[in-house]
């Protein structure tokens, strides 16, 4: 499919702006050191451990380093799942994510051998406990721990702590922890990107250019921006791009990693549209990813129209035209 380069038009405020709800999230796997290794590894067979400091007092969780002499804490301390709350607070309404789906209190916990308290997730049934301060409980584990501090489920009042599991001395240590992270917002597209994003939606590649006072036209970009990066100037006009252009810059991935779609090798390049001033970020296909190079013309490749949303996606990927390769001097501006 090639799209039709038309002249400019102006951008219509009366359409007002698209908006979605919109989730970012990643795992972050981080490795834990020796210390809080031991924490995560004790937790995984249902027992919980402290670190010694210079002055005698059990941290818990384990401190990695005395904060008094600084220097690093070795002496691993087993202490009781059980403890007395010393301070709380109640949680009437709990998030998404938070440890219980019923009200529930957060409390600052020291368990009987730890001088730091620990702050966890104590479970009243959903009822408010009118006073906690004082109150002997204990930690509940997940019915499969697997060496994280959402191993205890939660502690629960009663002085009785909960069988431990066996020793794992088989299983490797704990070393590495995954730790999900996520937010989610109500994002509101500016007057260009949701001309932009319309625009995609019937298959046209909209740019976004400004006009100097005099009445010159600067750079195009794509996709449009607010203002011009360059001047400040606003962008005032939109123009329909063609959907050929040619690789600037790329590379090639060879790595795997969690959630990929494409098995490696692949090349992911940036394609300067035949109009634009500036290159964008798209995967180039149908040709062995050793013969990609600065310079080839490529042309896209769209999904079939019933598949076509509100993003760039709309274009599956981009594969050689046949064309002969641009000159190096009509694109080395844009590397």
């Known amino acids: 499919m090639n799209a039709r380069h038309t002249g400019p038009s102006l951008i219509d405020d009366r359409e007002p702006p698209l ?3 919109l989730k970012l999230s990643f795992d972050y796997t981080r490795s834990v050191g020796p210390v809080l290794g031991a924490f995560f590894t004790a937790l995984r067979s249902r027992r919980i451990v402290g670190t010694r400091g210079s002055d005698g007092r059990v ?11 600084y220097q690093a804490l070795t002496e691993v301390v087993p202490v009781s799942a059980v403890g007395t709350v010393v301070s709380w607070t109640w949680q009437p309404e709990p998030l998404e994510g938070q440890p219980l789906d019923r009200p529930f209190a957060w409390a600052l916990i020291r368990l009987d051998g730890a001088d730091i308290a620990l702050l966890h997730a104590v479970d009243t049934d959903g009822e408010h406990p009118g006073d906690l301060t004082g109150a002997r409980v204990h930690a509940h584990w997940v019915d499969e721990p697997v060496g994280a501090i959402t191993d205890i489920a939660c502690f629960r009042p009663g002085e009785d702590a909960e069988p431990v599991a066996e020793a794992d001395d088989d299983r490797d240590p704990v070393t590495l922890l995954v730790c999900p992270s996520s937010i989610e917002i109500q994002h509101s ?7 932009y994003l319309r625009a995609l939606q019937q298959g046209k590649l909209l740019g976004g250019r400004s006009v100097a ?11 449009p921006r607010e203002a011009d990066p360059v001047t400040g100037t ?4 939109f123009v329909e791009l063609p959907d050929t252009g040619t690789v600037t810059t790329f590379a090639i991935i060879n790595i795997p990693f969690p959630g990929q779609r494409i098995k490696p090798p692949y090349v992911a390049a940036y394609v300067l549209l035949d109009g634009a001033d500036i290159p964008f970020l798209h995967l180039v296909t149908e040709i062995d990813a050793d013969q990609v190079r600065m310079g080839m013309r490529v042309a896209a490749v769209w999904k079939p129209r019933e598949q076509w949303g509100l993003g760039i996606d709309n274009i599956d990927y981009f594969r050689p035209s046949g064309e002969p390769d641009a000159d190096y001097d009509s694109y080395k501006h844009h590397l």
Not at 59 to 69: G, I, L, M, Q
Not at 189 to 195: D, K, L, N, T
Not at 213 to 223: H, K, L, V
């Open 213 to 223: 006072a005099d009445g010159t036209p600067g750079p195009t970009y794509f996709p």
């Open 19 to 21: 908006s979605a709800p």
């Open 234 to 237: 606003t962008m005032t006009e």
């Open 189 to 195: 597209a500016s007057q260009p990107e949701s001309a």
């Open 59 to 69: 941290f818990v969780p384990p401190a990695e380093y005395d904060p008094v002499t």
